[in-house]
């Protein structure tokens, strides 16, 4: 464990000092879009639809680019600093960001075509089911509890990241994450495996 923080503080060092090369260096600033605009635009399109996961990605290092002056190592690393941009951009497109919810369930709902058994059937319906419950409950998070959310399980982002990115104490996001895992997990508290609404009482 010891030696993966080490690698993490070693990245972030690195990312920070490529970057404020970047400030006199412009072309510097490739080597951060390399790092990380797939796993940005793995974010943003799965938080958007189609071509918004496209234009959350570039738009955030354009803007990254024009602001790599404003940031300031003591306040998070830059992985957290770009992942913030592009949470602030998804906020900006709550319509793109249903339906993207919408498009990602039905994705996961059929898969590409292959022969199905009669017994995987019930499984099938469990899982869209649950599935649908998900997105309800996504869907219906308060905005602040769902970025938190989002940016650890999808972005994959330490719960330290995460409070830089939002700006917000680190205490904070583990109370936001516990709300929204909550939700999520009233959300599926009725699906059982066998794909029958479970009945309590």
Known sequence: MGGHTTRAVDVADDDAAVLLRSRAEPECFADLFERYFAGLHGYASR???????????????????RQRDRFDPARGSVRAWLYGIA???????????????????????????????????????AAEAARKRI??????????????????????????ETAAALGIPVGTVGSRLHRA???????????????RTARHG
Not at 47 to 65: C, K, N, P, Q, Y
Not at 112 to 117: A, F, G, R, T
Not at 183 to 191: E, F, G, H
């Open 47 to 65: 938080r958007l639809d189609g071509a918004g996961g496209d234009d959350v990605a570039a738009e955030t290092f354009l803007i990254a680019f």
């Open 87 to 125: 949470t602030n951009l998804i906020r900006a497109r709550r319509r793109e960001e249903a339906q993207g919810y919408l498009a990602y369930a039905r994705a996961a709902a059929h898969p590409p075509d292959e022969p199905v058994h009669e017994e995987q059937t019930t499984d099938r319906v």
């Open 135 to 160: 997105v309800a409950a996504l869907a219906g998070l308060p905005e602040r509890d769902r970025d938190a959310l989002l940016l650890v399980v999808w972005g994959e982002l330490s719960h330290e």
């Open 181 to 195: 895992r909550r939700r999520i997990r009233a959300a599926l508290d009725d699906v059982n495996p066998t794909g």
